[in-house]
Structures are given as C-alpha cells and as structure tokens.
C-alpha cells in the first residue's frame, strides 16, 4: 500500500459526553506545540467540516460506536484531504484508528466494512451500532479515568512523534479494558471506494485477471 505522509499542524477536536471531554483535555495538557481547535458551533459536524483544510487533522471522540457521526466525517475530510483520527470505545476494546489519509491510506468506510465482514456476530453488531446512532441514546455516567489517560497518551504519541504517526497510517488501535491487551491491525481498501479511491479495480484484482488470462 502506498501511502503519503503528511504530519499535521493544526487539530480539531471533536468530543462526545463527559469521556470525549475528559480525553480531549487530558490531551492538550501532553501536546508539545499545539492547541487544539474546537468547533464553533459544537452541535454541527458539518459545520466543523467546513472550517477544516487539507493540511488539519480531525479527531473525533465517543464512549460508544457512532457510525454515523464517522459516516459523515469521512467522507468530509476524504473530500478536503485532510487526516480523520477517531477515538471510540467498541463493547470491550478502546479503539484509536484508523488513522486516515486520504490519498494513501484506506479510509473508515473501507475499515468499517472489514470490520462487519469479519465479525463473527455481524447482524448484531449492526443493531447494536444503529442503536447507539440514536439521538435518545446516552452512555453510562462516568468514565473510567485509567482509560481517559490511555486514550490521550496514545493520541498524544501519535500527534507528537512523527515516527508513530506514520506508523499509525492507515492502522487501527485497540487495548481490551478488562484483559488489557493490545493489538493494532492495518486493513485493506475497499474495491473502487468512492472515498479513498486507491485501491480500485485496476489496481489489484484488475492486474490479477490479467495474470491469470
Ligand atoms: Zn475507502
């Protein structure tokens, strides 16, 4: 996989509930040289989205899976050029990534898609998705403050070493909360996805028909 490298400057922030609250200003207290930036109108993505430039990088923080949110976020920022970093804890696994770059790395849909592809539950955790997409539907009071501080030190490492941003591209996160656990996966692209674009027919399978003519 080709992938670019661009090292951002400037970072939108982009919370949900008290979790999201707690890691975003956990993380500007360990950022080197940077202040994070906030929506101005905070209940608008789209809005956010359009104070964004090819040169920021967007993240975006939930207790909970929020499909739709990173729906709409993705295809913004692949369009803009610019870099998509969620943060989401997923049932028992806090999950930091994929980190997206677009063109060069594959992008959420794409992840999102292997995922549901691999999931051993997939109708399930389809409803369980749709359900924490609802408007009426809250987490938990409260967070667990061990997690809050892995979540920001791990985005701090990837915001702050140029390194480890690389290495995060186009790779998700994941530490299970209760086994502690670690594990990091990069994915493969989506034939001809309409966001990413890179990995298209020509590319892979398309050359593999040639061979095999
Ligand atoms: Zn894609």
């Known amino acids: 996989m080709a992938t670019t490298f661009r090292m951002k400057s400037?970072?939108?922030i982009?919370?949900?509930?008290d979790f999201g609250v707690a890691v975003g200003t956990e993380l500007q207290k360990?950022?080197?040289?940077?202040?994070?930036?906030y929506p101005r109108d905070a209940a608008s993505i789209d809005g956010m989205l359009r104070s964004l430039n090819r040169s920021d990088i967007f993240i975006f923080i939930s207790p909970r899976p929020r499909d739709a949110a990173c729906r709409v976020i993705n295809a913004g920022c692949c369009k803009i050029g610019c870099t998509f970093l969620p943060v989401i804890v997923d049932t028992e696994s806090?999950?930091?990534?994929?980190?997206?770059?677009?063109?060069?790395?594959?992008?959420?849909?794409?992840?999102?898609?292997?995922?549901?592809?691999?999931?051993?539950?997939?109708?399930q955790r389809a409803a369980l998705r749709n359900y924490y997409d609802q408007e009426s539907c809250k987490s938990p009071i409260g967070y667990m403050p061990y997690l809050v501080g892995v979540a920001a030190g791990k985005l701090a490492g990837v915001l702050n070493n140029s390194r480890?941003?690389?290495e995060q591209l186009g790779r998700s996160w994941a530490i299970n909360l209760w086994t502690?656990?670690?594990?990091?996966?990069?994915?493969?692209?989506r034939h001809a996805c309409p966001h990413c674009g890179v990995h298209d027919l020509d590319g892979?399978?398309?050359?593999?028909?040639?061979?095999c003519r």
């Open 10 to 12: 400037q970072v939108w």
């Open 14 to 17: 982009y919370q949900e509930e």
């Open 30 to 37: 360990q950022l080197h040289d940077r202040v994070l930036s």
């Open 94 to 123: 806090l999950i930091v990534g994929p980190l997206v770059q677009v063109p060069g790395t594959p992008c959420w849909e794409c992840w999102n898609t292997r995922e549901r592809a691999n999931y051993h539950f997939a109708d």
């Open 164 to 166: 480890l941003f690389k």
């Open 180 to 189: 502690r656990e670690i594990s990091q996966a990069a994915f493969v692209g």
């Open 204 to 211: 892979t399978i398309g050359l593999l028909f040639r061979y």
